[in-house]
């Protein structure tokens, strides 16, 4: 795909995009995927948390039968999902035009987010679906500038740090967690925006 992963510098970004509200405000949906073993194009989770001026407007949840219904028990011990629970759930492709609204056009963002976007192209490319138009940014990048003083930069770290009861490794906490870590940081950056937050921070945004 042309332009696939490329940098996109915040300030240049936000020029290009100054006429359109969503870039102006703290706007942004955050993702989480699970997935059934070591294949990107496994997923068997999903998560989209929409934030919308700086608040909780939208929260998405599905199971996914992966393509393969075979679970690694390792997977399994992570996340808690089996087989069982998704043989009769739809697929990713199935569930792809209630999916692409969520991200086309915005400004995504993802803990650890190299995982998660992997997962989202490796789905795009098994079912042969056309890539979604966005922007995505890492937390764990974003918490590693505002709160340099931390063992380390795991959701759970943060969650404990900053009081979030979240049960790790479920796609909706860990979206949840993720989506409350930015706004954490635009608190503690005094940022007007995910934009200016990725400008104070020198966070690059890339391309999809």
């Known amino acids: ?9 915040n300030r240049k970004a936000a020029g290009c995009h100054s006429g359109r509200r969503g870039y102006l405000d703290m706007n942004y949906v955050a993702i989480d995927f699970e997935t059934a073993n070591s294949s990107r194009a496994s997923a068997c989770s999903l998560a989209a948390i929409t934030v919308e001026n700086g608040a909780i407007v939208r929260t998405a949840y599905s199971l996914i039968r992966p393509p393969v219904l075979q679970f690694n028990y390792w997977n399994t011990k992570i996340h808690g999902l ?10 990713f492709a199935e569930l792809w035009d209630r999916i692409r609204p969520h991200l086309e ?37 974003i918490a590693r500038k505002v709160w ?18 979240f049960e790790h490794h479920n796609a909706l906490h860990d979206a949840r967690t993720c989506a409350l870590i930015a706004l954490l940081a635009k608190a503690e950056a005094q940022a007007s925006s995910f934009m200016h937050l990725a400008d104070i921070l020198q966070i690059s945004l890339r391309e999809f």
């Open 105 to 141: 056009h915005k400004i995504v963002i993802a803990h650890n987010a190299a995982f998660d976007i992997s997962v989202l192209r490796g789905m795009l490319n098994e079912y042969g679906l056309p890539y979604p138009a966005f922007r995505y940014a890492c937390t764990v990048d």
């Open 1 to 9: 795909m042309p332009g696939r992963g490329r940098v996109i510098r």
């Open 148 to 165: 340099s003083d931390l063992e380390n930069y795991k959701l759970s770290t943060l969650a404990r740090r900053f009081a979030i009861e």
């Open 82 to 91: 089996t087989a069982a629970h998704v043989q009769d759930k739809p697929t």
